[in-house]
């Protein structure tokens, strides 16, 4: 399903990756939750009205505390 920003929304273009994945990977092992593409940048579309908003929103669904890292964020036009 596609997303369109509406009214004030704008789109930002995430880049995501596990720290915990790409240690394991780095040393030839696997993590036991998230699969060893983790270990690589993921890109998302996130639409929100601010940049703060769509970073607590990356933050909700990519907690840090599980090893998520929010390498980059820029508003796509």
Do not use: L
């Given at each position: 399903m596609f997303a369109v920003a509406t009214g004030n929304q704008k789109?930002?273009?995430v880049g995501?990756?596990?720290?915990?994945v790409r240690?394991?990977?780095k040393e030839n092992d696997s993590h036991l939750d998230y699969g060893d593409q983790w270990a690589d940048v993921h890109y998302q579309n996130i639409i929100a009205d601010t940049e703060e908003e769509a970073r607590s929103m990356v933050a909700e669904r990519?907690?840090?505390?599980r090893g998520f890292i929010l390498e980059s964020i820029s508003e796509k036009s």
């Open positions: 789109t930002f273009e995501i990756y596990n720290q915990e240690s394991c990977v990519y907690p840090a505390e």
